[in-house]
Nanobody, 114 residues
Framework: QVQLVESGGGLVQPGGSLRLSCTASGSIFNSKPMGWYRQAPGKQRELVATMTSAGSTYYTDSVKGRFTISRDNGKNTVYLQMNSLKPEDTAVYYC????????WGQGTQVTVSS
């Protein structure tokens, strides 16, 4: 079992910033791809950003230029710096990792509203 714990969500105004963190623990023997999904009310979960242990990144088009994913392999931690937040970014953000199968954290709420 792998456990993923997110933190850093909250309420911000449009144009604001948040930094999410996710730390993995448990049956982790080496670094694997990690990233972030999000799920807005009434919508399916969507992939936001991923990063391999070697540093290769992926971003969905809607967040390119605004979000930055990074990771600290020694701490088994992945981060998501979110700038220029928009109301449509409002969602529960879930940390994701791949250790033989998909793992998700419990989620952290991000609300962007005036």
């Amino acid at each position: 079992q792998v456990q993923l714990v997110e933190s850093g969500g909250g309420l911000v105004q449009p144009g604001g910033s948040l930094r999410l963190s996710c730390t993995a623990s448990g049956s982790i023997f080496n670094s694997k791809p990690m990233g972030w999904y999000r799920q807005a009310p009434g919508k399916q979960r969507e992939l936001v950003a991923t990063m391999t242990s070697a540093g290769s990144t992926y971003y969905t088009d809607s967040v390119k230029g605004r979000f930055t994913i990074s990771r600290d392999n020694g701490k088994n931690t992945v981060y998501l710096q979110m700038n220029s937040l928009k109301p449509e970014d409002t969602a529960v953000y879930y940390c994701w990792g791949l250790w033989g199968r998909n793992y998700w954290g419990q989620g952290t709420q991000v609300t962007v509203s005036s």
